[in-house]
């Protein structure tokens, strides 16, 4: 296409036909140093994106080495349905991207799409497809403390309707002994005031709630179902 035609186009035309022409020459490079290059022009794009805030808005390819789990998820998921999503991401591709935090070592943690990343890092087959990387998006970088990614991936979770009692009540007590109140607690995680002190309930620490009156709404029926006390009754 000649100066002239270019000069005659709309300016949204334009950009789209000048991208076009420069980004052919991406072809030209190693792999490594095109999918690099790649998500850097993403990085620049989103600067001019009206969706910039969203972190979906950029989706990065990285290597699978640079993604890590986190410590606290409560989500777990049978080999059958393991086997299942293996099998979608085969036959599917990956429709949805690994949510992931970047730590100041440059290592990412997975917030949410644990088993996400394991297909992609266990699969011979997938592994192989994706040359060994993995997209991830980033969550807002506000979201530093540790509490607050743990909170994002308990949404994620109970947005599935995927979490285990016995690890969500693990997390209540975490967030506690971070300062959260009952009420944060509830909010941030979408539970009710009643749910929040029944999970900490069931952790068997009291001195957590001892300014709260138990809930008239729930009694334990078993020791198991107290948890984490002994025969005497004392922590």
């Known amino acids: 296409m000649s100066q002239i035609e270019l000069l005659s186009l709309p300016v949204a035309d334009q950009i789209v036909s000048d991208a076009k022409n ?3 020459v991406l072809e030209e490079l190693d792999l490594q140093s095109r999918i690099e290059t790649i998500n850097a022009i993403r990085e ?3 600067e001019h994106s009206p969706f910039k805030t969203e972190p979906v808005d950029c989706v990065r390819w990285v290597k699978a080495e640079t993604v890590t789990a986190n410590d606290y998820n409560p989500n777990s998921v049978a080999p059958p349905e393991m086997k299942l ?3 979608s991401i085969t036959e599917d591709g990956y429709t949805q991207p690994i949510v992931s935090w970047l730590r100041s070592d440059n290592v990412r943690e997975v917030v949410d799409g644990f088993h996400r990343h394991r297909v992609g890092r266990e ?3 997938v592994r192989e497809r994706v040359h060994g990387y993995l997209p991830v998006v980033t969550i807002n970088g506000d979201r530093l403390d540790k509490g607050d990614r743990m ?11 995927e979490h285990r009692v016995e690890s969500m009540s693990d997390i209540v ?3 506690k002994r971070r300062f959260w109140s009952d ?3 509830a909010v941030e995680l979408g539970m009710e005031a009643d749910e929040v002190l029944r999970l900490t309930q069931v952790t068997g620490l009291a001195g957590l709630f001892a300014d709260r009156s138990f809930s008239e709404a729930w009694q334990a029926t078993s020791f198991e179902e107290v948890g984490g ?3 005497d009754g004392d922590e």
């Open 22 to 24: 420069l980004f052919s």
């Open 44 to 46: 620049a794009l989103r």
């Open 85 to 87: 999503l293996e099998h």
């Open 123 to 125: 699969s011979t087959a």
């Open 151 to 161: 909170a994002a991936t308990i949404r994620h979770n109970r947005a599935r309707g």
């Open 173 to 175: 007590v975490e967030l």
């Open 183 to 185: 009420q944060k607690i």
């Open 229 to 231: 006390l002994d025969d």
